[in-house]
């Protein structure tokens, strides 16, 4: 079983709408979540993290983490076409400063 | 404050040989990680350096390895280079305080073995 688990997509979702993607992960002790954003030829960039059940908003973007169900996921509000890339979810496991990333998914904003 | 950089960006080798990639971290950020990325396994873990030491390791052949100098910059190498091993090379950097370290990834160097 892999260690962090997200539907590949492809996803699309027309221009200002939410789109919402969603990562599981298998070790129950992970302490830190983090959401990445990678366009095509380019490098992850973070685009926000967590670390306590709930949700934590930063403008657009909502992550949501619910530990009992092993389950982190992040919304885009109004969805724009440069929101097009791959989201990528990346656990910290709890065996120290390990980074564990899913294998992305896929969005495209349709104008 | 400068971001992550990595040299070279762009690499063709021949099976066999060996090559050297490097790693500038973010100013003030003692934890560099390595990460290989290709379109069939995405992001995989490689290995955490610290202050010098390696912290942390993923399940990568000895072919793989790396070391971290005092002033945090870090290299990894490979060595007898397989077709298997063209790839994204990123590098990430972080301050190193686990668990709420956040890491933030360099540009890559792309590795193409031929």
């Known amino acids: 079983q892999k260690e962090v688990e997200q539907n590949s997509g492809p996803l699309s979702v027309p221009e200002g709408a939410i789109a919402s993607l969603n990562c599981t992960y298998s070790?129950?002790?992970?302490?830190?979540f983090f959401w990445y954003r990678q366009y095509s030829g380019k490098s992850p960039e973070l685009i926000m993290s967590?670390?306590?059940?709930g949700d934590k908003e930063d403008g657009r973007f909502t992550a949501q983490l619910n530990k009992a169900s092993q389950y982190v996921s992040l919304l885009i509000r109004d969805s724009q076409p440069s929101d097009s890339a791959t989201y990528l979810c990346?656990?910290?496991?709890?065996?120290?400063?390990?980074?564990?990333f899913g294998t992305g998914t896929s969005l495209t904003v349709i104008p | 404050k400068a971001g992550v950089t990595q040299t070279p960006r762009y690499l063709i080798k021949t099976r066999g040989q060996q090559v050297t990639l490097s790693c500038s971290p973010i100013?003030?950020?003692?934890?560099v990680s390595w990460y290989q990325q290709t379109p069939g396994q995405g992001l995989q873990f490689l290995f955490e350096?610290?202050?010098?030491?390696?912290?942390n390791k993923g399940n990568f052949p000895g072919r793989f390895s790396g070391r971290q100098f005092s002033n945090s910059r870090s290299e990894m190498n490979v060595s007898t280079l397989e077709l298997g091993d063209s790839a994204l090379y990123l590098c990430?950097?972080?301050?190193?305080?686990?668990?709420?370290?956040?890491?933030?990834f360099g540009p890559g160097t792309r590795l193409t073995v031929l």
């Open positions: 990430a950097s972080s301050g190193g305080t686990f668990p709420t370290d956040t890491q933030y």
């Open positions: 070790d129950r002790v992970s302490q830190s």
């Open positions: 967590i670390y306590s059940n």
């Open positions: 990346a656990v910290n496991l709890g065996t120290g400063n390990q980074f564990y």
């Open positions: 100013s003030g950020h003692r934890s």
């Open positions: 350096y610290f202050s010098e030491t390696q912290r």
